[in-house]
Each structure stands twice: as C-alpha cells, then as structure tokens.
C-alpha cells in the first residue's frame, strides 16, 4: 500500500488528490500526530520535507512534481498525465514550472530567515513582500502559458491541474488571480467543485 506523508493545509493535497484519482488504496499519515510519524519521515526524507510518497516495495519519492509523473506514468488510466506526448511534455514542463517557481517562493515567504544571514524584522519583512510579488507575477505567467493545458468539464483532472489548485491557495495568490485573471481563477475554482478532488480538498481546508 502506499503511504502518504504530509499535514493538512500542505502541499501533501495534490497527492492525495492525485492517489483518488488514481483510485488506489493509501494510507495518509499526518506528520504532525505524533513524533512517531515524524521520525519516520525524518527515516525516508532527511529534509523532512513533505509530501513524501512511500511505495509498496518500501522505497520512498519526494518532490511534488517528481511523484505526480511517477503516478501518472504508473497509472495511465487515471488520466494524471496526457496520453499525447506533446501534450504530456507540456503537462511535465508546468508541474517542473510550479514546484521550482511558485513553491520555492512560498519556502521564502513562509521561512525569510533561511535566506538571511541576519534576520532582522526589517529584512525580514522585505524579503517576504518581494516574494509574494513575484509569485503573483509568477502566477499571471503560469495562467498566460498553460491554460490551455488545464481540464475543461467533460475532462478528468490531471496532474497540472492538481498542483495548481493546491499550490494557488497560499500567499494571498487566489485573491490576486481574481483580478489579475479572472479567467483563470474560474478554471481553480472549477478544479476546486470536481466531485473526485472537493472531498479531499476539503480535508485539508474545512470551511
């Protein structure tokens, strides 16, 4: 059985989201329970980063995008990644896109200190207001160049939508699309309603 390591409000929803899809049996372990779960974690991923996927052989994956192409090139009908191999390329170039722009912005938002050498309150607060600019500008990039890639209604969700519809929901990043591109916050919002993903984002964000 897989098991899924994360917490809640994490990026460990898209693969959670993504195992349903995939309709396969898992086991979620929140991190944050216990100090056991967090040692284990520790075993498989010396950053302790989350998600971590363990495989049924006991081996582990890390990194959002990394696992996400594992599950849909392992699952192909699951539809996480297009059939089509140009289109698959793109898919695999945004999910790349996401976790090496947009998420690495949030590790600065959320962890200034780690980027500072002396972290005072003023540099500090600084280094957090540009890196939600700049992932707000990233955001606007990501919308104008992959649109075309996200699911329309009488599609499954892939890999790329997934990621996005997680990973938009920090940093004040949603409230920015909604008027910088509206058109692209209908389309999360349609990832958001899908009967497969709404459960689990739910979990993850009640209320």
């Known amino acids: 059985m897989y098991q899924l390591y994360g917490h809640r409000n994490s990026g460990a929803a898209a693969i959670e989201a993504a195992l349903e899809l995939c309709q396969i049996a898992y086991r979620f372990i929140d991190t944050e329970a216990s100090a056991e779960a967090a040692q284990e974690l520790a075993r498989l991923n010396p950053l302790k980063q989350i998600p971590t996927l363990q495989l049924p052989d006991g081996s582990a994956l890390t990194e959002s995008a990394a696992i996400l192409i594992h599950l849909g090139l392992s699952f192909p009908k699951s539809g996480l990644l297009p059939v089509e191999v140009a289109d698959r390329d793109?898919?695999?170039?945004?999910?790349?896109?996401i976790v090496s722009n947009c998420y690495g912005a949030i590790g600065v938002i959320d962890y200034p200190e780690r980027w500072l050498v002396m972290p005072d309150e003023a540099s500090r607060q600084n280094l957090i207001a540009g890196a939600r600019e700049r992932l707000h500008w990233m955001w606007e990039v990501f919308a104008d160049q992959f649109s075309a890639e996200l699911y329309l209604d009488d599609e499954t969700p892939g890999a790329l939508d997934v990621l996005a519809a997680v990973v938009t929901r920090w940093a004040g990043t949603r409230e920015h699309l909604r008027q910088a591109r509206p058109g692209f916050y209908a389309?999360?919002?349609?990832?958001?309603?899908?009967?497969?993903?709404?459960?689990?984002?739910?979990?993850?964000?009640?209320?």
């Open 90 to 97: 793109q898919a695999i170039r945004g999910l790349v896109y």
């Open 187 to 207: 389309w999360l919002q349609r990832i958001d309603r899908h009967p497969v993903l709404a459960p689990v984002f739910a979990r993850h964000w009640p209320g």
